[in-house]
């Protein structure tokens, strides 16, 4: 029998709201995620029998809008070629896990998945740059999931910080101050950028964005991440 976790929530609903359904097997998880259908909530991440279903704030939606934005146009000013794949369904049931990334991004893969209706991880890579925002809960589970199906880069946003993680040789995420999937970018300045006031708005925001990214970020060294 399932056992059913709820988080807390306020009174103005400002939190993400969560539940978390233990005890779920791979056909309980494929089950929900037919019930689900074509629409975009709830969120599903599915770890080992524990699914997690969720509703974002208005809070989480405009930080991941944000950094998708930034990713976007500081890609387009580095003269990067990519995909974005959104909060696309990835799952393999010999992994035991399924995430649906808050935007994820296909970039030295490109190629392997173009004009691609359906990305089966069981003959497709996965996606290249994953981003996870935490507002109210961690991201524990979806960093697990990545780890499992071998995502090379991940970005925990928070409000306070963001904080980019690679996958080593050894399979373990390490914390890295720059990013490798858009390159001789830190994640100081991924923060900086987003928490800047936006008086002219956001498409003027994305702009500099991007003629940041060509004229400082793109005459420096790219290599390896320290």
Same mark, same amino acid.
């Given at each position: 029998?399932?056992?059913?976790?709820?988080? /807390?929530?306020?009174? /103005?609903?400002? &939190?993400?709201?969560?539940?978390?359904?233990?005890?779920?097997? %791979?056909?309980?998880? *494929? !089950?929900?995620?037919?019930? =689900?259908?074509?629409?975009?909530?709830?969120?599903?991440?599915?770890?080992?029998? =524990?699914?997690?279903?969720?509703? +974002? &704030?208005?809070?989480?939606?405009?930080?991941?809008?944000?950094?998708?934005?930034?990713? !976007?146009?500081?890609?387009?000013?580095?003269?990067?070629?990519?995909?974005?794949?959104?909060?696309?369904?990835?799952?393999?049931?010999?992994?035991?896990?399924?995430? $649906?990334?808050? $935007?994820?991004?296909?970039?030295?893969?490109?190629?392997?998945?173009? @004009?691609?209706?359906?990305?089966?991880?069981?003959?497709?890579?996965?996606?290249?740059?994953?981003?996870?925002?935490?507002?109210?809960?961690?991201?524990?589970?979806?960093? $697990?999931?990545?780890?499992?199906?071998?995502? +090379?880069?991940?970005?925990?946003? #928070?409000? #306070?910080?963001?904080?980019?993680? #690679?996958?080593?040789?050894?399979?373990?995420?390490?914390?890295? /101050?720059?990013?490798?999937?858009?390159?001789?970018?830190?994640?100081?300045?991924?923060?900086? %950028?987003?928490?800047?006031?936006?008086?002219?708005?956001?498409?003027?925001?994305?702009? /500099?964005?991007?003629?940041? *990214?060509?004229?400082?970020?793109?005459?420096?060294?790219? @290599?390896? !991440?320290?």
């Amino acid at each position: 029998m399932a056992t059913i976790t709820t988080s /807390e929530t306020t009174a /103005e609903t400002q &939190s993400d709201q969560l539940v978390a359904l233990e005890g779920i097997d %791979w056909a309980g998880y *494929a !089950a929900m995620l037919r019930l =689900r259908g074509g629409r975009s909530l709830p969120r599903m991440t599915y770890l080992d029998g =524990r699914l997690s279903l969720g509703s +974002p &704030s208005y809070r989480h939606e405009t930080l991941k809008k944000l950094l998708d934005y930034f990713i !976007a146009s500081a890609l387009a000013g580095l003269g990067v070629p990519f995909l974005p794949a959104g909060s696309t369904t990835f799952r393999r049931k010999r992994k035991r896990g399924g995430v $649906e990334g808050d $935007e994820t991004y296909y970039l030295a893969n490109r190629a392997l998945i173009q @004009g691609k209706a359906v990305i089966d991880l069981r003959i497709d890579p996965p996606p290249d740059l994953a981003v996870e925002v935490v507002v109210t809960h961690d991201a524990d589970d979806a960093i $697990e999931v990545y780890r499992r199906l071998g995502v +090379p880069e991940v970005w925990i946003c #928070t409000p #306070t910080e963001i904080v980019m993680l #690679t996958l080593g040789e050894d399979g373990r995420y390490a914390k890295t /101050e720059a990013s490798i999937a858009v390159p001789g970018v830190s994640a100081i300045e991924v923060h900086s %950028w987003i928490n800047r006031p936006m008086e002219a708005g956001v498409t003027a925001w994305a702009d /500099e964005v991007r003629r940041w *990214a060509a004229e400082v970020v793109a005459k420096r060294p790219r @290599g390896p !991440a320290t």
